[in-house]
């Protein structure tokens, strides 16, 4: 390529990538994207985006199950799962398209190859293992993403085991499906292969499922999902897996000297991810490297001059919307805008799309106390609520932590229907320093199941209405 000096360059082209290269083309650099895959990284291809496809087939084909609640009936109905998984990749496919088309017009430089480190502001970049050129830049960017964490003998094969990319495109449905681990990977593909009928195990490590959230939400997926005929197993390891011709025989260790065995069609590996640090000349910078993500600090500097990560490569949370923020927060400090902030984790929200859905922002209960606070908790069932009663969607829990003192809002936790899109509420009023008097001065629509998010803020004072 002609052109090989720039301003700043991005190595990588997920949410936190392409964003921060849109940001430094809009701010007036000279930008390049380096990606050796497809546009969009993970996220849009092989996770966010099309997991999400997958879970509203799912649901659609629950609601077809429900048909005599809402006056309505229908014969016979029927999934075909290649056309389930074709749309899936159909949509992810339109979406790496768009990147394409945003990177261009705001005239970005995309670099199709694999990009290393040669120095300082100096980058390597080969496809296929042929050269593509030596690129340049005073900033480089770092958002190499991450991949699936494996466990030594519980390695996945694609066939029998399988990682969360190949449950995206599976090459069958199974009649019994065995998830490891139950963070919001392993729960959401849990949640698409029960709604579709597979008999589905939940092996868990920890003492509860969803174990960073909040207890008491915890403990209401777990009562919801075993509602819907999933086993569940805590406090319990995977041993090892006997892989045979067409299933999986998963050893556990439930602690206590007790063990037990489970047999299945398929298992899903989602323990986890670890940052893509290799191959990239991490090695041959100052650059810290921490049980494999980059250390960096608020502004995405990695104490390298020039050097930063962004993204899932850097660390937790491990969260798009986390990535793209980051991204913005690093070239806004690059390029010098005034009224800039350092990244803080405290107000990202996390969301699991799991049926029901799960989302929440800030401190648990448990965490607050630990932290000093004296809290008041407010909660509202959805059972109480107008608008979910009639969506035949009663199940769910809004749950508010507030600082006694001060009325700082200090973390809020929500599981039901549609809960995803509703905790940004709360997330904006995390943002402006929205207090509990303020909330409860806050109008909101009726009939709506957001109400329920105020409920639960004058719960918190003992004046919720309607229950």
């Not at 990147?99 to 100096?122: E, F």
């Not at 893509?276 to 608020?298: F, M, S």
């Not at 009325?407 to 905790?423: D, K, N, R, S």
Request: proline share 4%.
């Amino acid at each position: 390529m002609a052109d090989t000096a720039f301003d700043l360059i991005v190595v990588g082209s997920g949410p936190g990538g392409y964003v921060a290269a849109i940001r430094a083309a809009q701010l007036g650099m000279k930008t390049a994207v380096i990606e050796g895959d497809s546009l969009g990284g993970i996220c849009l291809n092989w996770g966010c985006i099309p997991t999400k496809a997958l879970l509203k087939s799912a649901e659609m084909w629950h609601a077809l199950h429900r048909l005599e609640e809402f006056g309505m009936s229908a014969d016979n109905p029927k999934f075909d799962l290649d056309k389930i998984v074709k749309r899936s990749r159909g949509i992810a496919g339109q979406l790496s398209a768009g990147v394409t088309h945003l990177l261009k017009k705001n005239k970005v430089t995309v670099i199709n190859g694999w990009a290393k480190i040669d120095g300082p502001g100096k980058l390597n970049v080969e496809k296929d293992g042929k050269s593509v050129g030596t690129f340049t830049a005073p900033h480089i960017i770092l958002a190499t993403g991450a991949r699936a964490r494996e466990l030594p003998e519980l390695e996945a094969d694609g066939k029998i085991v399988w990682t969360y990319q190949h449950a995206l495109a599976p090459n069958m449905m199974p009649k019994s499906l065995l998830v490891v681990g139950s963070g919001a990977i392993g729960i959401e593909f849990a949640s698409f292969f029960n709604a579709l009928g597979a008999e589905v195990t939940v092996v868990e490590v920890m003492d509860r499922v969803l174990p960073v959230e909040d207890a008491e939400i915890s403990a209401l997926a777990a009562k919801a999902f075993q509602k819907q005929g999933m086993t569940l197993h805590t406090k319990t390891t995977v041993t090892k897996l006997d892989k045979a011709a067409n299933s999986v025989t998963a050893t556990l260790d439930h602690g206590g000297g007790k063990t037990s065995q489970i047999t299945a069609d398929r298992a899903i590996m989602a323990v986890g991810i670890t940052g893509n640090v290799e191959n990239i000349g991490i090695e041959t910078t100052k650059a810290t490297v921490d049980r494999g993500h980059i250390v960096v600090n608020g502004w995405a500097e990695t104490g390298v001059k020039g050097l930063y990560a962004i993204g899932d490569v850097a660390g937790p949370p491990w969260l798009a919307h986390k990535a793209s923020h980051e991204g913005i927060v690093c070239v806004e400090k690059i390029a010098g805008v005034d009224g800039v902030h350092p990244f803080k984790n405290d107000n990202i929200p996390g969301c699991t799309y799991c049926s029901p859905q799960v989302a929440s922002v800030g401190l648990t209960e448990a965490a607050a106390k630990e932290a000093g606070h004296k809290i008041r908790v407010g909660k509202f069932p959805l059972l109480a609520n107008g608008k979910a009663i009639a969506l035949g969607e009663p199940d769910g829990l809004i749950k508010t932590v507030f600082d006694d003192k001060t009325g700082e809002l200090l973390g809020a936790h929500m599981i039901g229907a549609e809960v995803t899109e509703m905790i940004q509420g709360y997330v904006i009023a995390r943002g402006l320093e929205t207090t509990e008097a303020e909330l409860v001065h806050t109008v909101f629509p009726h009939p709506t199941v957001s109400e329920a998010m105020h409920e639960s803020v004058l719960d918190s004072l003992n004046r919720s209405i309607h229950f």
